[in-house]
T-cell receptor, first 111, second 113 residues
Framework: QKEVEQNSGPLSVPEGAIASLNCTYS??????FFWYRQYSGKSPELIMF????GDKEDGRFTAQLNKASQYVSLLIRDSQPSDSATYLCAVMNSGYSTLTFGKGTMLLVSP | SQTIHQWPATLVQPVGSPLSLECTVE??????LYWYRQAAGRGLQLLFYSVGIGQISSEVPQNLSASRPQDRQFILSSKKLLLSDSGFYLC????????????FGSGTQLSVL
């Protein structure tokens, strides 16, 4: 069974700090990786995707991928209270059929 | 631009009653469509996906069913709801070279009492 694991949190960081969210996956053949942000009571929103090993930056967000270690992370620089949400890691299963989601990590950014 | 519509936003149903949730997509043709459920403490669970009219794949055996009567319409149904069917139901469509990027509708919060 393909699994995506995340620490449920909450991860608490002060405003302006760097938040680091981590995710591991079991399907070694996975090629595409995604981070979704979900505010309470709302639907998930795609914020980052990464396909190759290394870092990918988009504004305050950086996604990091290490396929050898089967590890994906999301860094949020200069964290803001509006970043407080649950962050879901998702992995495209080998064979390019469907996404498997982790249960999410709750991030709390305090002013 | 593409948009996805899902309704109703909230629904309270008694055990044993039927269910019908509808989702429509605008601004694209022949999209891959998905139904997910998010229950407390369980994360997002893929229920059904469809690559075309009348083509439905089921990921989890349960008392739910899905249909795709038109290209951009996806319906989730049940003949008799169970307490365990409570949850946040999300319709989604996908884009990308391998249809890997999912975009979700606003969701339906279903409470079965």
């Amino acid at each position: 069974q393909k699994e995506v694991e995340q620490n449920s949190g909450p991860l608490s960081v002060p405003e302006g700090a760097i938040a680091s969210l981590n995710c591991t996956y079991s399907d070694r053949g996975s090629q595409s990786f995604f981070w979704y942000r979900q505010y309470s009571g709302k639907s998930p929103e795609l914020i980052m995707f990464i396909y190759s090993n290394g870092d990918k930056e988009d504004g305050r967000f950086t996604a990091q991928l290490n396929k050898a270690s089967q590890y994906v992370s999301l860094l949020i620089r200069d964290s803001q209270p509006s970043d407080s949400a649950t962050y879901l890691c998702a992995v495209m299963n080998s064979g390019y059929s469907t996404l498997t989601f982790g249960k999410g990590t709750m991030l709390l950014v305090s002013p | 631009s593409q948009t996805i519509h899902q309704w109703p936003a909230t629904l309270v149903q008694p055990v044993g009653s039927p269910l019908s949730l509808e989702c429509t997509v605008e601004g694209t043709s022949n999209p891959n469509l998905y139904w997910y459920r998010q229950a407390a403490g369980r994360g997002l669970q893929l229920l059904f996906y469809s690559v075309g009219i009348g083509q439905i794949s089921s990921e989890v055996p349960q008392n739910l069913s899905a249909s795709r009567p038109q290209d951009r319409q996806f319906i989730l149904s049940s003949k008799k709801l169970l307490l365990s069917d409570s949850g946040f139901y999300l319709c989604a469509w996908s884009v990308g070279q391998n249809n890997e990027k999912l975009f979700f509708g606003s969701g339906t919060q279903l409470s079965v009492l």
